[in-house]
């Protein structure tokens, strides 16, 4: 847990806020020598975690069996890790607290600024992270959804299929988690239709980067604002632009994407 390396505390764990309960459920666990704490359920409102959560702040103690500042629901849990100094910071995503991350020490001291500064940025890591989850769930809802969709001609539809492909390509690589980033990717791989018969000599295969280049060109995105969504200077963009026409055998930006259809590898 990057919590532990940058704030240097031997104990680091946490949790997610379970959907429509307000309570967090600790579900990783780093430098713990017992599973006391795996599972435990932290309502809103008690002990650190649940202050935390309540005020969406961080919160620390100094010595946690003997603090007056929260209450003492966790104690047995606490005790049997043998926790001392805690320190408890909420994750928030769009004003809404949406998990808890933790560091200890088994020693009764004060937890420094710095040592809180750090925690507070590992929990805004895992906050980018969770914007990035929620933002891939819509946009695969979005990219499944003109099937069932009414009143949409085929072309609108087909649009909207283009503008959730070029969109989930460019959110893949920001993904951290590896098995939502492979389930991004086969979604991906359904909105593109399948090649018509073409023989081995003139299978395209292109890049995993240059196709990302490709479906934010198919929907009108200029180099720069490509390079804006893929993390890439706009130099980047233009070179894997023109390996990919070059594969493809295109001339223009717009030949590419045809060819890169006519391929099978964009909707």
Same mark, same amino acid.
């Given at each position: 847990?990057?919590?532990?390396?940058?704030?240097?505390?031997?104990?680091?764990?946490?949790?997610?806020?379970? =959907?429509?309960?307000?309570?967090?459920?600790?579900?990783?666990?780093?430098?713990?020598?017992?599973?006391?704490?795996?599972?435990?359920? $932290?309502?809103?409102?008690?002990?650190?975690?649940?202050?935390? %959560?309540?005020?969406?702040?961080? @919160?620390? %103690?100094?010595?946690?069996?003997?603090?007056?500042?929260?209450?003492?629901?966790?104690?047995?849990?606490?005790?049997?890790?043998?926790?001392?100094?805690?320190?408890?910071? =909420?994750?928030?995503?769009?004003?809404?607290?949406?998990?808890?991350?933790? /560091?200890?020490?088994?020693?009764?001291?004060?937890?420094?600024?710095?040592?809180?500064?750090?925690?507070?940025?590992?929990?805004?890591?895992?906050?980018?992270?969770?914007?990035?989850?929620?933002?891939?769930?819509?946009?695969?809802?979005?990219?499944?959804?003109?099937?069932?969709?009414?009143?949409?001609?085929?072309?609108?539809?087909?649009?909207?299929?283009?503008?959730?492909?070029?969109?989930?390509?460019?959110?893949?690589?920001? +993904? $951290?988690?590896?098995?939502?980033?492979?389930?991004?990717?086969?979604? @991906?791989?359904?909105?593109?239709?399948?090649? /018509?018969?073409?023989?081995?000599?003139?299978? $395209?295969?292109?890049?995993?980067?240059?196709?990302? +280049?490709?479906? @934010?060109?198919?929907?009108?995105?200029?180099?720069?604002?490509? /390079?804006?969504?893929?993390?890439?200077?706009?130099?980047?963009?233009?070179?894997?632009?023109?390996?990919?026409?070059?594969?493809?055998?295109?001339?223009?930006?717009?030949?590419?994407? %045809?060819?890169?259809?006519?391929?099978?590898?964009?909707?």
């Amino acid at each position: 847990m990057r919590l532990r390396r940058t704030t240097g505390l031997p104990v680091a764990f946490g949790g997610l806020v379970e =959907p429509g309960r307000h309570q967090v459920r600790i579900s990783e666990l780093s430098g713990t020598a017992t599973a006391a704490l795996s599972a435990l359920a $932290v309502s809103s409102g008690n002990g650190l975690g649940g202050k935390a %959560v309540a005020l969406a702040r961080p @919160c620390a %103690v100094m010595d946690y069996p003997s603090s007056r500042q929260i209450s003492h629901e966790y104690d047995a849990a606490v005790a049997a890790e043998g926790l001392r100094a805690i320190l408890a910071v =909420p994750v928030v995503v769009r004003r809404r607290v949406r998990g808890v991350l933790y /560091g200890a020490l088994r020693t009764a001291q004060p937890l420094g600024d710095r040592t809180l500064t750090a925690a507070v940025e590992a929990a805004r890591d895992v906050e980018q992270s969770l914007v990035v989850r929620d933002e891939a769930h819509g946009l695969m809802a979005a990219a499944r959804e003109p099937e069932g969709t009414p009143d949409v001609t085929e072309g609108a539809a087909w649009e909207r299929v283009r503008e959730a492909h070029g969109a989930l390509r460019a959110l893949a690589p920001r +993904v $951290v988690d590896p098995a939502l980033r492979a389930e991004l990717l086969a979604v @991906c791989a359904t909105l593109a239709p399948s090649p /018509g018969p073409v023989s081995a000599a003139r299978r $395209v295969r292109l890049t995993p980067r240059e196709l990302d +280049v490709l479906a @934010c060109v198919s929907v009108g995105t200029t180099n720069a604002s490509a /390079g804006d969504r893929l993390g890439l200077r706009p130099e980047t963009v233009k070179a894997y632009l023109r390996s990919a026409m070059r594969k493809l055998g295109a001339h223009t930006r717009l030949e590419a994407v %045809v060819a890169a259809r006519r391929a099978g590898l964009l909707p």
